[in-house]
């Protein structure tokens, strides 16, 4: 185990071949509000140059984006066994 491993309070174990998380484009690229960007609190989601921009990689898994799109854009799944973010502490 690197010591930066041991140092870490998350970890993640990236799943490059399932996005837990995708969000429809088409409603995004319409989207009025955007409240993805400021719910997320791992910085997830970002607006560049007006486009929304979503990394599934930093997830923290905490669920609060498929609560806050209200206009049915984010499909949410658990991340596939062994994937996606370990926290040291539970
Ligand atoms: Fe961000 Fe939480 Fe949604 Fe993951 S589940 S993208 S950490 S709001």
Redesign the pocket.
């Known amino acids: 185990t690197k010591i930066e491993d041991r140092l870490s309070l998350l970890n993640y174990k990236i799943d490059k071949s399932y996005e837990h998380?995708t969000v429809n484009h088409d409603i995004c690229a319409v989207c009025p509000d955007h409240f993805c960007t400021f719910?997320?609190?791992?910085k997830?989601?970002t607006l560049i140059e007006g486009q929304l921009n979503f990394k599934?990689e930093d997830?923290?898994?905490?669920?609060?984006?498929?609560i806050?799109c209200s206009h049915g854009s984010v499909l949410?799944t658990n991340t596939k066994g062994g994937h996606g973010v370990k926290y040291k502490y539970g």
Do not use: F, K, R
């Open positions: 998380i719910a997320c609190p791992a997830c989601y599934y997830c923290v898994e905490c669920g609060t984006c498929d806050a949410w």
